[in-house]
C-alpha cells in the first residue's frame, strides 16, 4: 500500500512539475509576442578540444586561430548559466569540440549537468560522437550518426562506428537522438541510416541537417536537399522515427535563411564567454546556406505552429527526471 501511494504521489507531483514546465513556455510564448524576446535555449561550447578529427570540421584543424581559453573553466560555465537563467533560459545543452572530454580538476560534464539541473534549468542535454563516456544524467543525449558503418568511419575515422554502438549497448536512455549532416559524402545513405536507427533498439529517432558550408565542396545543391527532403517525408510518413517536423524539412529547402532565423530564441556561449544569437555562424555568409533543422524547428515554435510546439516539446524541452 504503502508503495502505491507513494506512486501515486511522486505521479502527482511530476504532472504539477510539468505543468509548471508547460505555465512557462506558455508565458514566455505569450511575452515574445508583445516583444519580450528572451533566450529560451542556451547551448555552452564547453570545449573546442575533440577526440576525432571529422571530415567536416571547421575547428580541429583551426585550433590555433581560436581564441583562447579552448575550454571553459567550472565557475565560468556555473556564472555564464545563471546568468542566462537569470534572462529566462530553461533548456540547457553542451556542445564542442566532444563535451564529454571536457574537464575542470575533478569537475567532468556530469557535475555542469547537474549543476544545470540544480539551477532550475528543465531540461539538460549534450552532442557528442559516443566514443567516450556517455553520461546518461541528462535528459536529452544527441549522438552524432553520419550513416551506416563504412561512411560513418569514413567521415570520422576508423572504428568510430563500432566504439558508438558499443558504448549505447552500455546504457539505458529514453531519450537518445542521432543527429545526421547530410553531405556529398553520406548523401546515397539516409534511408539506410534512418533504418539503422528505427531498428537500433537504444537510439529513440533521428535529426536530418544538411551541412551549412564551409567547408562548401561536400555541401549540397539546392536540388540535391530536394531529393533529402522528399526521401524523408516519404519516409516519415511511412512512420520511421526521423524527428524533424513536417514543416521544417520543408522549410530545410529555404536555403538563406537569414532574415528567417529568430537568433533571440538560442544563445551560445563559447569558452572564452563570446555570446552568440542564433549559432556561432551568425551574421555570416554560411547564413545563406543554413543547413540546420532545429532554428527551423524555434521559428515555427515562434509562429504558434503546433506540430513544432507538440513535438519539440515532448522530446526538447519538458523534463523527465
Ligand atoms: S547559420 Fe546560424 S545564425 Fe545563420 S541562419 Fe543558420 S542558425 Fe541562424
Known amino acids: 500500500m504503502v508503495p502505491f501511494i507513494y506512486g501515486i504521489a511522486i505521479g502527482n507531483a511530476m504532472a504539477l512539475f510539468t505543468l509548471g514546465q508547460m505555465a512557462y513556455y506558455a508565458g514566455w510564448f505569450l511575452k515574445s509576442k508583445v516583444g519580450v524576446r528572451r533566450p529560451l535555449v542556451l547551448t555552452m561550447v564547453v570545449t573546442y578540444h575533440c577526440n576525432l578529427d571529422c571530415e567536416h570540421c571547421l575547428i580541429h584543424d583551426n585550433l590555433e586561430n581560436i581564441p583562447e581559453p579552448h575550454s571553459i573553466s567550472y565557475e565560468d560555465a556555473l556564472d555564464e548559466m545563471r546568468s542566462f537563467y537569470d ?5 540547457l545543452f553542451f556542445e564542442g569540440g566532444e563535451p564529454t572530454i571536457w574537464k575542470d580538476g ?15 534549468y528543465y531540461v539538460t542535454g549534450y552532442t557528442t560522437n559516443g566514443t567516450n563516456v556517455i553520461f546518461d544524467d541528462s535528459d536529452v543525449i544527441s549522438v552524432s550518426l553520419d550513416g551506416p558503418r563504412e561512411i560513418h568511419d569514413k ?6 562506428f563500432d566504439d558508438l554502438m558499443k558504448n549505447l549497448e552500455g546504457i539505458e536512455h529514453p531519450n537518445i537522438f542521432a543527429n545526421m549532416v547530410v553531405n556529398r559524402t553520406n548523401i546515397d545513405y539516409v534511408e539506410e541510416t534512418v533504418g539503422l536507427v528505427a531498428n537500433s533498439g537504444k537510439i ?10 564551409p ?11 530536394k531529393k533529402v527532403v522528399e526521401l524523408a517525408l516519404g519516409l516519415k510518413k511511412k512512420g520511421l522515427p526521423i524527428l524533424n517536423t513536417t514543416k521544417a524539412l520543408e522549410e530545410m529547402l529555404i536555403e538563406d535563411y537569414e532574415t528567417l532565423c529568430p537568433h533571440w530564441m538560442s544563445a551560445f556561449v563559447t569558452p572564452d564567454g563570446t555570446k552568440f544569437y542564433g549559432c556561432p555562424f551568425v551574421g555570416s555568409e554560411s547564413c545563406k546556406e543554413c543547413g540546420f533543422d532545429a532554428v527551423r524547428e524555434y521559428r515555427l515554435i515562434t509562429k504558434g505552429s503546433y506540430s513544432a510546439i507538440t513535438q519539440m516539446s515532448k522530446r526538447f524541452a519538458l523534463s523527465r527526471q
Not at 557535475?111 to 539541473?117: M, P
Open 87 to 91: 534572462q529566462g533560459s530553461r533548456i
Open 106 to 120: 575533478d569537475k567532468r560534464l556530469s557535475d555542469l549537468i547537474k549543476a544545470g539541473k540544480q539551477m532550475g
Open 155 to 160: 567521415i570520422r575515422a576508423p572504428g568510430v
Open 204 to 213: 529513440q529517432g533521428i535529426m536530418l541537417n544538411f551541412l551549412t558550408p
Open 215 to 225: 567547408p562548401k565542396e561536400i555541401a549540397l545543391s539546392l536540388d540535391e536537399k
